[in-house]
């Protein structure tokens, strides 16, 4: 079983940035890749971005150029760099480990003036 834990969300004005946190526990040898998803109001949840453990990259082609995913495998820890933010960014952002089929909690990102 693996927990997942983001950190990193909140407010923030259109234009600017926030780096998510994702970090793994448990049996995390069992993770083949790890993604961010994110679920906006009446919306359905969809993929932000996708890293496998060799660190191959994979994004949603709406949002290559201003996210970056990345992921520490000493620390077990994925994150989400999100540049020049837009309003429609606002969603709730989740954590995803491919294998074991795990959710993080989720965290919420608003952007907004």
């Known amino acids: 079983q693996v927990q997942l834990v983001e950190s990193g969300g909140g407010l923030v004005q259109p234009g600017g940035s926030l780096r998510l946190s994702c970090a793994a526990s448990?049996?995390?040898?069992?993770?083949?890749?790890m993604a961010w998803h994110r679920q906006a109001p009446g919306k359905e949840r969809e993929l932000v971005a996708l890293?496998?453990?060799?660190?191959?990259?994979n994004y949603a082609w709406s949002e290559k150029g201003r996210f970056t995913i990345s992921r520490d495998n000493d620390e077990n820890t994925m994150y989400l760099q999100m540049n020049m933010l837009k309003p429609e960014d606002t969603a709730v952002y989740y954590c995803?480990?491919?294998?074991?089929?795990?959710w993080g909690q989720g965290i919420q990102v608003t952007v907004s003036s």
């Open positions: 448990g049996s995390i040898f069992n993770i083949a890749a």
């Open positions: 995803y480990a491919v294998g074991p089929n795990s």
């Open positions: 890293i496998t453990r060799a660190g191959k990259t």
